[in-house]
């Protein structure tokens, strides 16, 4: 059975206390890039209470990606805003939880994103990073940003930290640890890192958003 | 004299672009803040730093 979303509400405001909870149940956030980094910000989002998450991807589970991302094994091959969309409803049915199945660029960012507030990035390819992030620092001005670099390997756990950047711009990660490097990404370095990104995200609704938002 | 990455460094007159080629980041793989506001990837060649200006380069690599 179910519970009804009045009851995972106040679970949810006994943990957190009910201003927060508030602010989390408003929050409109977006992860986009759908791997280790972002199945796993999504999820503590999810488990946080947050309101509003749109999941952003255009790839497929694959085999390759069960030793750090949130999948199991009879999802390879759904995409993965479907699988996740799964997993994050068996977390939270009352989340609302927009798939958006496509391949982010410079063209489609400011619209696909114009109604969330606070956008994670977290894609795999520097490129791809560094596209998104200038994009939404130029276009986007007004939108919390928290962007991910260096989490590949064995290296220390400790080294991964995020910084403000600019205004409204952080930076997770040891900003070094490239994973074509030849380190690899290991499930538990890159949930430190996608750890840090949810709880900056988290603690930007607590101190930046006001109750009555939205 | 400027301050790069909280680094100070002799590069007034140069331009983003310069640094960056000098300094080994690819442009393709950075956000640059120049006194905490964004530069337009489209504006690297003609924005210039001046003495006192701090400039934030983020590298982005690979992984996630």
């Known amino acids: ?214 | 004299m400027v301050r790069i990455n909280g680094e100070m460094i002799d590069a007034s007159g140069k331009s983003i672009a310069q640094l960056l080629e000098a300094l080994g980041y690819s442009p393709q793989r950075v956000a640059v803040e120049l006194n905490v506001e964004i530069v337009p990837k489209a504006s690297y060649s003609e924005t210039f730093v001046k003495d006192g200006d701090s400039v934030e380069i983020v590298r982005f690599v690979g992984g996630g």
């Open chain 1, 1 to 214: 059975m179910i519970p009804t979303y009045e009851e995972i509400y106040s679970a949810l405001a006994e943990r957190h206390g009910a201003e927060l909870q508030k602010k989390l149940s408003l929050a409109r956030t977006a992860v986009c890039g759908l791997g280790g980094l972002g199945s796993n910000i999504a999820v503590c989002l999810v488990r946080a209470g947050v309101g509003h998450v749109r999941i952003i991807d255009f790839d497929r589970v694959d085999i390759s990606n069960i030793n750090r991302q949130q999948y199991f094994l009879e999802q390879i091959g759904q995409y993965k805003t479907d699988a996740l969309y799964e997993i994050l409803k068996r977390i939270n049915p009352y989340c609302e939880v927009v798939r958006t199945n496509v391949r982010l660029n410079e063209k489609n960012i400011p619209e696909i994103l114009a109604s969330e507030d606070v956008i994670c990035e977290a894609f795999d390819d520097p490129e791809s990073k560094a596209e998104l992030v200038n994009c939404v620092l130029e276009r986007l001005p007004e939108k919390y940003l928290i962007a991910a670099s260096g989490m590949a390997g064995l290296f220390s756990a400790n080294a991964i930290k995020t910084r403000k950047i600019a205004k409204r711009f952080y930076l997770s990660g040891d900003g070094e640890s490239d994973v074509s490097e030849g380190t690899g990404l290991v499930s538990s370095r890159v949930m430190v890192c996608a750890a840090h990104q949810a709880h900056k995200a988290i603690q930007l609704i607590n101190e930046e958003f006001q109750e009555e938002q939205k």
